[in-house]
């Protein structure tokens, strides 16, 4: 399978800590994507890496992508309970019609 | 429309039944998918659409499934003979052409009794 797998599947920490989830991948890619899903909604893109990047920031988000290892790492800093929802990464491979593939997901809850 | 649309958001059926769930993809996207999400686990792929292209069917489960694209735009998602391990949220998305990122539907929960 080309499903990724996030760890840990799920975390809960208090408001104002940071949160930190990592993504482990199997093939090539192009690049590497992470999504939040609130609970019962479609998934939501948050932020995009290339495979020649090592490090993303977007907001409170800090994404860092090392292929060598083939895997990646979300950072949510300062969270807040609205942070509260399920990420998932995915990626896209080298070789296909850019099909997206995504991994287990990571729950996390955020504890006013 | 604004975002990607699909109906029925729920859906209960019996076992053995066929059951067609709709995607309507934003308008102009060319690339059109479809995945599966069963109960608190990750999004399982089933079908990707990609303008004219043959469609990569190689994540459908089984001969049960099927999918199909209308004028690049509309799809439906079939399932025939429906069983209990089908229930799941059946998850749509499309993309622009020349874009990496998916817009994804809130999605169809199927429960199949």
């Known amino acids: 399978s080309q499903q990724g797998e996030e760890d840990p599947q799920a975390l809960s920490i208090q408001e104002g800590e940071n949160a930190t989830m990592n993504c482990s991948y199997k093939?090539?890619?192009?690049?590497l994507q992470w999504y939040r899903q609130n609970s019962g909604r479609g998934l939501v893109h948050l932020i995009l890496i290339r495979s020649n990047e090592r490090e993303k920031h977007s907001g409170r988000l800090r994404v860092t992508l090392d292929t060598s290892k083939k895997s990646s790492s979300l950072l949510i800093t300062a969270s807040r309970a609205a942070d509260t929802a399920s990420y998932f990464c995915?990626?896209?491979?080298?070789?296909?019609?850019?099909?997206?593939?995504f991994g287990t997901g990571t729950r996390l809850t955020v504890i006013p | 429309g604004a975002g990607v649309s699909q109906s029925p958001s729920n859906k209960v059926t019996e076992k053995g039944k066929d059951v067609e769930l709709r995607c309507d993809p934003i308008s102009g996207h060319t690339a059109l998918y479809w995945y599966r999400q069963s109960l608190g686990q990750g999004l399982e792929f089933l079908i990707y659409f990609q303008g004219n292209s043959a469609p990569d069917k190689s994540g459908l489960p089984s001969d049960r499934f099927s999918a199909e694209r209308t004028g690049g735009s509309v799809s439906t998602l079939t399932i025939q003979r429906t069983q209990q391990e089908d229930s799941a949220v059946y998850l749509c998305a499309s993309r622009r052409s020349g874009a990496n990122v998916l817009t994804f539907g809130a999605g169809s929960r199927l429960t199949v009794l």
């Open positions: 093939t090539s890619i192009n690049n």
């Open positions: 995915a990626t896209e491979g080298k070789t296909g019609a850019n099909n997206l593939f």
